[in-house]
């Protein structure tokens, strides 16, 4: 009799959990962040909100009563970058993206790649974390500043990411272009680290919160790599001539046998999203990723300085979402 109970109890069990499974499918809105190569931070960063979205959404769910309001779940995929990310929110594929702070200005005031092609409604949620522009070179192919990259091979990052673009700005800065190489790669930020390991490409160029798994990874393989500095008049141009950039350290001891700092110039991590996107589903994502901050930090090493003051303004050059604004407002930060 017990047993009969006892699997009767299961059934019903099985029963129930699927009903509200089915009740969660059918009011559920899906949505994307789009974010960066697997090993960076901004698929790190991508998925960190949405599980303080989901971790908010549970606990609200909690007490309310069945079917009265949506329930948001989101995805963040690994994509090609800044740019990419970008696009496709100007398409309508994506409702989120992380994008380098010099990208979101361009595509919001159409300059540079962005000319012809403004994108008027993009708009900011929030930035995120430092993004030094760092070119790692390995150990044998002795490059100690930018001059020496000429003859080398060097990869200049996938089209569509946030590195490629920088990379050549830094690059019409120094009055260059591609033959200054010996040659150019196209790869993606998770696979210029093999590469370079594997002693295939002398140095890349990349944008990317520090510390950062794939970087030690460089540091530590057969190419023994490390930064370089990047500074001098060109860089210094760069840095007074917009306020996207800013003078970055990536201070020394960050990575193994990285005995001195590497100064460089960088951009931020920004959130970004469309003006068509509503103010109710940007309102819910800055609440849980600012509601549970302290969780929020903990999700990289990377996010370790993040002050939500710093947040709604830095790195921001498309207006703030109004969903964004209202929970600002109402938390005081505005
Ligand atoms: N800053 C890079 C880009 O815009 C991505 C860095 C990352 O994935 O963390 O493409």
């Not at 001891?253 to 951009?267: N, S």
């Amino acid at each position: 009799m017990k047993k009969i109970i006892t699997s009767l109890s299961s059934a019903l069990l099985i029963l129930v959990a699927s009903l509200s499974l089915t009740n969660v499918a059918k009011s559920a809105e899906f949505f994307t962040i789009g974010t960066g190569g697997p090993t960076g931070v901004y698929f790190q960063t991508g998925n960190a909100i949405c599980k303080m979205l989901h971790k908010s959404a549970i606990s609200a769910e909690h007490g309310r009563k069945k079917g009265t309001a949506k329930a948001y779940r989101c995805t963040a995929p690994s994509t090609g970058g800044s740019n990419y990310n970008i696009g496709q929110i100007a398409a309508g594929e994506f409702q989120f993206g992380v994008a380098q702070s010099d990208w979101q200005y361009h595509a919001v005031n159409g300059s540079s790649k962005w000319e012809g092609k403004q994108y008027s409604d993009l708009r900011a949620v929030f930035s995120v974390h430092n993004e030094p522009f760092q070119i790692w070179a390995r150990k044998k192919a002795k490059v100690k500043n930018f001059s020496d990259l000429e003859g080398k091979v060097v990869n200049i990052g996938n089209p569509g990411s946030g590195q490629r673009g920088t990379m050549e700005e830094l690059m019409k800065a120094m009055g260059v272009d591609n033959s200054f190489f010996k040659s150019t790669t196209e790869l993606t930020s998770s696979e210029q680290v093999k590469a370079l390991c594997d002693g295939k490409i002398d140095a890349f160029g990349y944008s990317v919160g520090f510390p950062n798994g794939a970087m030690e990874q460089a540091a530590t393989c057969a190419a023994k790599a490390s930064p370089i500095n990047l500074t001098g008049p060109e860089v210094q141009g760069l840095i007074d001539g917009a306020d996207y950039y800013a003078q970055a350290v990536i201070p020394k001891g960050t990575y193994t046998k990285q005995k001195k700092d590497a100064t460089t110039f960088g951009v931020k991590a920004t959130v970004v999203t469309s003006a068509d996107v509503s103010e109710e589903l940007v309102y819910l994502v800055v609440k849980a990723v600012m509601e549970n901050f302290d969780d929020f930090k903990k999700q990289h090493p990377a996010f370790g300085f993040l002050e939500k003051k710093n947040m709604i303004k830095d790195g921001l050059s498309a207006p703030l979402h109004p969903g964004a604004i209202k929970y600002y407002k109402e938390a005081g930060l505005m």
